[in-house]
């Protein structure tokens, strides 16, 4: 992958991590994963990429952790993220500022 890849994806995180959390409360690897598939491996994240931003956007007061016990396997206890009202705000923000920028892009980059 080029730097100029590793850029642009770089600049897409924060908004696809918000998006998964605000569907529901998921934990590190389940993220991890969920952006793998949805994405189709465009972005492969790997936890020393998506521990930073998870701490940048709960010291940001976008999201708040908390320790659950997993019922499922073992009762071992997972470090759940879930998205506030403000990260939900800033989500919205961000994705119409996102729809805008995309839009711009397409018409320059437009054949004809």
Do not use: C
């Not at 080029?2 to 529901?24: A, R, W």
């Not at 997993?70 to 759940?80: A, F, I, L, N, S």
């Amino acid at each position: 992958m080029s730097e100029v890849s590793k850029q642009l994806k770089k600049g897409f995180i924060e908004i696809l991590l918000l998006k998964l959390l605000s569907e529901e409360k998921m934990y590190g690897y389940q993220i991890i994963q969920e952006i793998d598939n949805r994405t189709s491996g465009v972005f492969k994240m790997k936890e020393g990429t998506l521990y930073p931003v998870l701490y940048r956007l709960e010291d940001n007061k976008l999201i708040n952790s908390y320790w659950e016990q997993d019922t499922e396997k073992r009762g071992v206890p997972r470090k759940y993220y879930k998205i506030t009202d403000e990260g939900l705000m800033a989500f919205n923000s961000m994705k119409q500022e996102l729809d805008l920028l995309i839009f711009a892009i397409k018409s320059v980059l437009k054949e004809g």
